[in-house]
């Protein structure tokens, strides 16, 4: 069965052979998620009250609940995709939603824009927001770092990517992945009830936060849900979710991709210098290593990132010849969110700069 967008009655319908998605078209009304299928079982993991998204708009919560739904731009195709727009007096939303043909997934990202005559502060992201339980949670896991740990509650930041939520006894889930670029990340199962979220990282370091000036307008990253009935959810993972990752979101040729690499935060932390990882280098490339990655450590200020020299006297452009003499490549470590206070740009663009 081919991918399919479509109105149906008051309902807004996506899905294919494998999962259907139901959202709320009544013109007027909030735009809210009414079913989650995954039609390889039959089963609606929706639960009640889920919020579809939410966010903080100058400090006050809102979530889909605060916003009507106006009208939907439909295309056939693959991906089948629907953008439905909707309302609130500060500020225009739109939703973006595909689905594919051949891969039990179904992807989404949300558009702001300020229609209001004042900025306004964006915090607190979640672009994905719903209740969803397979059956009971006595029987639910939730597959996270990697998928090398389980535990029954998730909430993770910067790191993970994707969470798989597997139905022990029914041999059924789902996978929540998140496209959001490095630190932003932020993913949630079960650590607020039934609540599964995707969004921009609230809690450690580099926290999110975005002003929009009036007639400004945000899209977020994307995220997916994809659905499995299978009793080893290791199959899945190496399987349906490899499939779509390689196929829809790929962007660099595989084959270039480094298959052993070495970052020096382990087990050095800063205290690296030029000797060390001279001596370093050498040694990981006569071990076969093909890419070599300096992590924190090797600058004067975040937010200006000029070399160390006192502890890279002919700075860092002689490790990376080092590097590549070696046959390895070179990769450097930055955090381009992050301002020291110290730094020549602060201290010159002190306007440019979240407190």
Known sequence: MNAYARHSGDALVLGNAMLERRLNARPGEPCLTTAFVNRLT???????DSAEFSFDLDGHLLTGADFRYTHADLGEGDPAHASV???NPHLDLELHIEVYSAHPVIRKHLRLTNRSDQPLVLSNLHWEDLNLLVDSPSNCEVWHDYFSRRAKAVSVSMDDCVLLV???RLHEGFILASEAPGPLKRLEAYACGSRVAAGLNRDEE?????V???GESFSTPACFLLTFANPIPQDVIDGDYARFVGERLTVCDVKRVPSISINTWEPFYTNIN?????????LAADLG???YQVDDGWFDYMGDWNDDLAKFPHGLGEIAQRCRARGMKFGLWMAVAIVDEHSRVAREHPECVAR
């Open 85 to 87: 727009y909707l309302a």
């Open 166 to 168: 597997n139905d022990t």
């Open 212 to 214: 929009l000036a009036p």
């Open 274 to 282: 030029r000797d060390l990882l001279l001596q370093q280098i050498d």
């Open 289 to 291: 290593v093909d890419a």
């Open 42 to 48: 039959g089963r609606d993991y929706l639960r009640p």
């Open 206 to 210: 580099t926290v999110f936060e975005r």
